[in-house]
């Protein structure tokens, strides 16, 4: 079908069909060929999804190395998707850096696993240096027609690329069909009685209640509706209810959803079975009416808040990344440096708790450089004594930015703003001195500088590891650094 309708094409525009460096059809055969597909799925009840592919950074990478290596870099991206995609499926150059691929017949859930290749081989084959983001929406109810299809896949890569990056994301939460602000709970038993006696407890509550009777059905619900809740049963025919409930606590989309197993199973081995797939409670069957009524209304009101802290997280961030993108030469610094200061913690034995505040401060760290001009920022040369002053301001204004949500962040605030301290006394903005600083922002101070060493600036080249080492080990011995901490790091990176 695909070759019948390129030939009409180039016969009623008198152009090629295909764009001639990725060697995928462009962008109006494209949409014709989509038009197409959405009236067959249409009248067949098929499903099809559409992903749209955008390399990260790749403006920034076009202007540094030149556009002859961005397309070498855009024709290994064709390469690999071409290897990773099936002949019924159409790629196609969607716009200048983003490749669109229609997959035919082909719902979210079986579109992820070649995706994921994608992304993973692609990020290997640039040794990291660049990676693609990935958004991906399916032909539904929810997106009834090619322009929504169309809208959400394009929301979604935006998603994917505000969110940190390298990363897929799919459009799977759109607006229920229930009342706006009602909880909807998920209850899943392959017994209908069982089903029946759930709903009947919950019945006189304020809750929007879906059910289905396997398990293999959950996860299309959970793309389809915003669940606030799985009541979820352990001995099911097919999928057990431990392997759904590790499933959706792997995933980013799903694993703050609670799920409590509804079991006849009362034995320690069956609990801790449970626990190992990240199930939030139990409830024993036949289900106490109290009890489970004061669970769930416990665990949903627990939902409501992490999703709350986790959009102001993700508002934070995002806000954090922007900033990122005003100097040209840190991007995937706040990432790079989070990473490697959690590993460092890890080592080091750290609470889950410091481990967290490391985590939001590292992406949030230079959140102040909001205020410091793009000049200054991309000087070519070093700062002079005025310019030096207005940057060395940006830990204090990213901590008063941050302040507000102090309640949330709690150590992250820390981080902020003492991640450029000294021991003896010679850092910025408080001149905190040995263990006034606490450990969390002396983690970072040192990756900080470890990730500013090993980068381009703007004034000179990136330097080797070992030179980054000496003068970190020259930082420590003068009592600047904490030793131990560039020892740890020295040997996360060199061993």
């Known amino acids: 079908m695909a070759q019948n309708l390129a030939n009409l094409y180039e016969q009623a525009i008198e152009a090629p069909f295909l764009d001639s460096l990725t060697g995928f059809y462009n962008h109006g055969f494209f949409h014709g060929y989509l038009s197409q597909e959405i009236s067959r799925c249409e009248r067949y009840g098929h499903?099809?999804?559409?992903?749209?592919?955008?390399?990260?950074?790749?403006?920034?990478?076009?202007?540094?190395?030149?556009?002859?290596?961005?397309?070498?870099?855009?024709?290994?991206?064709?390469?690999?998707?071409?290897?990773?995609?099936?002949?019924?499926?159409?790629?196609?150059?969607?716009?200048?850096?983003?490749?669109?691929?229609?997959?035919?017949?082909?719902?979210?859930?079986?579109?992820?696993?070649?995706?994921?290749?994608?992304?993973?081989?692609?990020?290997?084959?640039?040794?990291?240096?660049?990676?693609?983001?990935?958004?991906?929406?399916?032909?539904?109810?929810?997106?009834?027609?090619?322009?929504?299809?169309?809208?959400?896949?394009?929301?979604?890569?935006?998603?994917?690329?505000?969110?940190?990056?390298?990363?897929?994301?799919?459009?799977e939460k759109t607006i229920d069909r229930c009342e706006e602000g009602v909880p909807t709970v998920l209850i899943v038993d392959d017994e209908p009685k069982n089903v029946k006696l759930l709903k009947a407890i919950l019945h006189n509550e304020d809750y929007h209640l879906i059910e289905t009777l396997k398990g293999e059905d959950v996860f299309p619900l959970v793309s389809k509706h915003n669940i606030d809740l799985i009541l979820l049963d352990v001995m099911m025919p097919g999928i057990s209810g431990y392997d759904v409930c590790s499933q959706l606590k792997s995933r980013e989309g799903t694993r703050l959803i609670p799920v409590v197993l509804v079991t006849a199973l009362d034995d320690s081995e069956s609990r801790i079975k449970g626990i190992e797939a990240g199930a939030d409670d139990f409830i024993s069957k036949p289900p106490n009416r109290s009890e489970l009524i004061a669970r769930v209304k416990s665990l949903i009101r627990m939902k409501s808040l992490n999703s709350k802290l986790t959009s102001i997280e993700n508002v934070l961030f995002s806000f954090a990344r922007v900033v990122e993108a005003k100097d040209t030469y840190t991007q995937g610094h706040i990432e790079r440096v989070a990473d490697l200061s959690i590993a460092i913690a890890q080592k080091m034995g750290l609470s889950g708790k410091q481990i967290q505040a490391i985590r939001i401060g590292g992406i949030l760290h230079d959140i102040g450089k909001i205020s410091v001009p793009n000049a200054i920022l991309n000087k070519p040369d070093k700062l002079d004594d005025d310019e030096w002053r207005i940057m060395k301001k940006h830990p204090d204004v990213g901590y008063k930015i941050a302040f507000p949500l102090k309640n949330n962040l709690q150590s992250a605030l820390k981080v902020i703003r003492h991640h450029h301290e000294k021991l003896d006394g010679s850092g910025y903005p408080d001149s905190l001195r040995g263990e006034e600083i606490s450990v969390e922002a002396r983690i970072m101070a040192v990756v900080d500088i470890y990730d500013a060493l090993i980068t381009d600036r703007p004034y000179r080249k990136a330097m080797g590891k070992e030179k980054a080492f000496e003068i970190l080990r020259s930082e420590a011995e003068a009592g600047k650094l904490d030793r131990d901490i560039v020892n740890l790091l020295f040997d996360h990176i060199m061993k």
């Open 47 to 171: 499903r099809c999804s559409l992903a749209l592919i955008g390399i990260d950074w790749f403006s920034n990478f076009n202007r540094q190395k030149g556009h002859i290596e961005g397309d070498k870099t855009l024709k290994k991206l064709s390469e690999i998707i071409k290897h990773n995609t099936r002949e019924s499926d159409l790629p196609a150059r969607y716009s200048g850096d983003i490749i669109a691929i229609l997959m035919i017949d082909c719902p979210l859930q079986e579109a992820e696993s070649p995706l994921q290749r994608i992304r993973s081989e692609f990020e290997q084959s640039t040794e990291g240096e660049l990676t693609v983001s990935i958004g991906v929406s399916s032909y539904s109810e929810f997106a009834p027609n090619k322009n929504v299809l169309i809208e959400k896949a394009e929301m979604a890569l935006l998603e994917a690329k505000s969110s940190g990056k390298n990363r897929i994301v799919t459009f």
